[in-house]
């Protein structure tokens, strides 16, 4: 069997897309599996990290409004086709399944083209342009919320999955991750702003460790995005702490995150089905400038489950995060009780309905 796999900018695209190969691979062991994205995505690291081949074609997001990189988008958006229609063609796949981000466009819309079968999945309750578009022409749209389906009517078939989680979030131990990771009694809290970094979120932080945090007062891990962290160090200037670890990104989440009392961090789809499969309490702070302000839709959804407190990014400040940290990981009723709440409300299961699906579309 030979699967395409399209997805691409950032991890929230390209892990689902990693949890299905892995899944696959799992069942069928000489599955031939390539992974489509761009040049300038995460997905250059990620990808050959986790041993899959990546081709690359050129693609990019517009603006609605004509402008010059409105043009120069549109020139690359017809280069991004005729170069996913070669690579369909060399392949030759028996499915491609798309997984988010511009790339999923060309590649999907010239599978399709050339009748192979074609899966797309959807991360998040406001499902994004490129999706929306592609329904009409996937085999089969799967969905991760029931509130998505009444903007997927004119899909050809629609099923709900949840989102794929990666494999080794799944068999992750959390005595053996903070084992591996040497940690004593003492609270653990990481904090990350996404794969890319979110500055407002690492100014608190700084702001956070400057102003409030005393040595000890808790073991973190900081993750500032790649392309921030060169900022943020210079921010902090003087003020570093045995007991705080900067990085530009965290590669091994699974062990990071299932070790965790505590995550702070903003709330995409996929962040929130990792967090509540492992069953950690987490303090979310929702981006404010995505599509449809989805994501304080999520992080409130997982606040009334009692799995999640919710700061908005308007409130933010470093003192009022740090009083926040501190509330829960000291009250140790409260954090059993969130991560017992975050646990009963996981989804394990979608890479199987995905590949079962998949596999129904060869089939037939």
Known sequence: MKVLIAGGGTAGHINPGLAIAKYIKAQKPDTEIVFVGTQKGLETKL??????????????????????????????????????????????????IGTGGYVCGPVVFSASLKKVPTLIHEQNAFPGVTNRILSRFADVTAISFKESEKFFKSAKKLILTGNPIREEMLKVSREKARQKLSL????????????????????????????????????????????????????????????????????????????????????????????????VPSIMIPSPYVTANHQEHNARALEKQGAALVILEKELSGQLLYKKIRDVINDKNKLQEMAKNAKSVSVIDAAEKIYESAAGLIRT
């Open 184 to 279: 004593d009694n003492k609270p653990f809290v990481v904090i990350f702003g996404g794969s890319r970094g979110a500055e407002t979120v690492n100014n608190t932080v700084v702001e956070m460790l400057k102003t409030n945090y005393k040595e000890g007062d808790f073991r973190m891990i900081f993750a500032t995005g790649e392309n921030q962290y060169s900022k943020v160090i210079e921010k902090l200037g003087d003020a570093k702490f045995n007991s705080v670890e900067v990085a530009p990104y965290i590669f091994d989440m699974a062990n990071i995150m299932a070790a965790a009392d505590l995550v702070v961090c903003r709330a995409g789809a996929i962040t929130i089905s990792e967090l509540t499969a492992l069953g």
């Open 47 to 96: 990808v050959p990290r986790e041993g899959f081949e990546l081709k690359t074609i050129r693609v990019r997001g517009f603006r609605r409004k004509l402008s010059k990189d409105t043009i120069v988008a549109i020139k690359e958006l017809f280069q991004g086709y005729y170069e996913a229609r070669r690579i369909v063609a060399r392949y030759k796949p028996d499915i491609v």
